[in-house]
């Protein structure tokens, strides 16, 4: 299961920017999707899930701001920003996790990378 994540680039602090990933591959199914994000010098860190039943959940720093989104035939996941701040710059990775052949899987995206900066 190969994931691509797109969307990034340079916004200005308060600005928006959407994210997308999308996954492809044959025999697979999606449980979660997953947004995580790595600032330079930091450890990576949990942003937002959503499952294949609609749960979602957001990490405490985004939440307000931070929307996640899926559409289940495609299989894409969307991640609006809204009210970015500096400190949000990093490249932002998706994951997925289901089932490939009836074995599971925990893939991760290639990262995009997003600038806030005046």
């Known amino acids: 299961v190969q994931l691509q994540a797109s969307g990034g680039g340079l916004v200005q602090p308060g600005g928006s920017l959407r994210l997308s990933c999308a996954a492809s591959?044959?025999?697979?199914?999606?449980?979660?999707m997953r947004w995580y994000r790595q600032a330079p010098g930091k450890q990576r860190e949990f942003v937002a899930s959503?499952?294949?039943?609609?749960?979602?959940t957001y990490a405490d720093s985004v939440k307000g701001r931070f929307t996640i989104s899926r559409d289940n035939a495609k299989p894409t996941v969307y991640l609006q920003m809204n009210s970015l701040k500096p400190e949000e710059t990093a490249v932002y990775y998706c994951?997925?996790?289901?089932?490939?052949?009836?074995?599971?899987?925990?893939?991760w995206g290639q990262g995009t990378l997003v600038t806030v900066s005046s």
């Open positions: 959503i499952t294949s039943g609609g749960s979602i």
């Open positions: 591959g044959s025999d697979f199914s999606i449980n979660a």
């Open positions: 994951n997925a996790g289901g089932l490939w052949r009836a074995k599971p899987y925990n893939n």
